[in-house]
C-alpha cells in the first residue's frame, strides 16, 4: 500500500506560518494535484512529504511509516523536478541508471529498468546522448524516467512542465497522465496552473495564504467552489463576480450599471443585502428572448478560433467589467450593447467579505 496521510501538518519559519493544519488523505493509485498561487506553500507541503523540509507541527505516514523522521532516501518515494536536475557530464542511460547503481542493483537488472522505461517514454534512440543534446521536452522525459525506474511507491512532482512551451506542455501533460495510469503509482503533483490542475488530478487540493480552501474533485471544485477564492482560481477565463444588492424578498439582484436578475427560489434566501455574484462566462448567452435577460457594453473582443471571448462591462460604460465566452467565431464590434441571457441556475452567490459561498 503506498497511501499518503498527512494529519493537521504545519510549517513555520519562526513566527511565520507558511502551512496551517493540512489534514488529507491520499489513496493508494490516486493522482492528487495540489494547486495554488505563488506563495501559498503547495511546494513546500511537496518537500515535506519528499522529507526536504521538515514539518514543524503534525504527521505524514506514507504506507504504514510515519515518515517524519525518516531521510528522503528511506521513503521509497521518487521526485521530479521544474528544472530537470539532470546530471550535465553523464549520457541519459547513465542519467536514468544512477540511482540504481549507488543502491547495488545488479547490472542486468539496471539495464532491463532502463530500457523498459525509455521504451514507454519513447526515448531509446537517446541514451547514448548527453541532456545537453535534448530538448526541454525529451529532458522532462529522462527526469520522468531516472523517477521511473526506481519503481518508488509514490511519485511526486514539482511544476515539472513550468519551463516548458505551451504546445508542448499539452503533450507533456497528456503523457503524464498516460503514465500514472499505466503504472498505477500514487502521485502527488504540485502546480500554479488549474488547467493542468483541472485535467491531470482524481481530486484537487487548492491552497491559498497556506490553508486548505477547498479539497474534492475538478468538477465538484468547478460546479461548487466553496469560497470566492476557488470559483476565481478554477476554470479559465476566471468566473466574473458582480457585487449586487438583493432585493428585500431575496428574489432579485441589483446590479451596479442598471442590470438586475431574477433568482429562482433555491437562491432567494438572502434577502435585502450585499452579495457578490458569480457567473462563469460561458454561462452567459446571446439571447435576446432569454427570461432572464441583461445588457453588457463591449470593450475588447478575442477571436479564438473555436471561442470568442468579449470583454466589456455589464449594463454601461461604469458597470462593472464581465468576460462573456460564446462558441464560434462571432462577429461583435466595439461598443455595441449585447443582450444576455443568463441561467440561474448556473449563478454562485458569496458573502462580499468572508469570501465563502452562501448556502443555496
Not at 13 to 31: N, P
Not at 142 to 150: E, F, H, P
Not at 255 to 267: I, M, R, W
Amino acid at each position: 500500500m503506498a497511501e499518503i496521510h498527512l494529519r493537521q501538518v504545519g510549517k513555520s519559519y519562526g513566527e511565520v506560518e507558511v502551512l496551517q493544519g493540512i489534514d488529507w488523505k491520499i489513496g493508494d493509485g490516486e493522482f492528487v494535484v495540489i494547486v495554488g498561487p505563488s506563495g501559498c506553500g503547495k511546494s513546500t507541503l511537496l518537500r515535506m512529504i519528499a522529507g526536504l523540509e521538515s514539518i514543524t507541527q503534525g504527521e505524514i505516514s506514507i504506507g504504514d511509516r510515519v515518515v517524519n523522521d525518516l531521510e528522503p532516501a528511506e521513503r521509497d518515494i521518487a521526485m521530479v523536478f521544474q528544472n530537470y536536475a539532470l546530471y550535465p557530464h553523464m549520457s541519459v542511460y547513465n542519467n536514468m541508471a544512477y540511482g540504481l547503481k549507488i543502491r547495488g542493483i545488479p547490472k542486468d537488472e539496471i539495464e532491463r529498468r532502463v530500457k523498459q522505461t525509455a521504451e514507454i517514454l519513447e526515448i531509446g534512440d537517446y541514451l547514448t546522448r548527453a541532456p545537453r543534446q535534448l530538448s526541454g521536452g525529451q529532458r522532462q522525459r529522462v527526469a520522468m524516467g531516472r523517477a521511473i525506474v526506481r519503481e518508488p511507491s509514490v511519485f511526486l512532482f514539482d511544476e515539472p512542465l513550468s519551463n516548458l512551451d505551451a504546445k508542448l506542455r499539452v503533450q507533456m501533460r497528456l503523457e503524464i497522465k498516460k503514465l500514472q495510469q499505466r503504472l498505477g503509482i500514487t502521485s502527488v503533483y504540485v502546480t500554479h496552473d488549474q488547467v493542468e490542475a483541472m485535467t491531470l488530478g482524481h481530486r484537487l487540493m487548492v491552497l491559498n495564504g497556506g490553508h486548505v480552501e477547498q479539497l474534492g474533485t475538478p468538477i465538484e471544485l468547478y460546479e461548487r467552489p466553496l469560497t470566492k477564492f476557488v470559483a476565481g482560481f478554477i476554470g479559465s477565463p476566471s468566473m466574473n463576480f458582480l457585487e449586487a444588492k438583493m432585493s428585500e424578498d431575496g428574489s432579485k439582484a441589483h446590479f451596479t450599471g442598471g442590470n438586475s436578475l431574477e433568482l429562482p427560489a433555491h437562491l432567494s434566501g438572502h434577502g435585502d443585502r450585499r452579495v457578490s455574484v458569480g457567473m462563469r462566462p460561458e454561462h452567459l448567452l446571446l439571447d435576446e428572448n432569454g427570461s432572464n435577460t441583461a445588457s453588457a457594453t463591449v470593450h475588447v473582443v478575442e477571436h479564438l478560433g473555436a471561442d470568442t471571448l468579449v470583454h466589456g462591462t455589464f449594463g454601461n460604460d461604469d458597470g462593472p467589467e464581465l468576460v462573456v465566452r460564446l462558441d464560434g467565431i462571432k462577429t461583435i464590434g466595439q461598443d455595441e450593447v449585447l443582450t444576455l441571457s443568463i441561467d440561474p441556475n448556473n449563478i454562485h452567490l458569496f458573502d462580499p467579505d468572508s469570501g465563502k459561498r452562501l448556502n443555496t
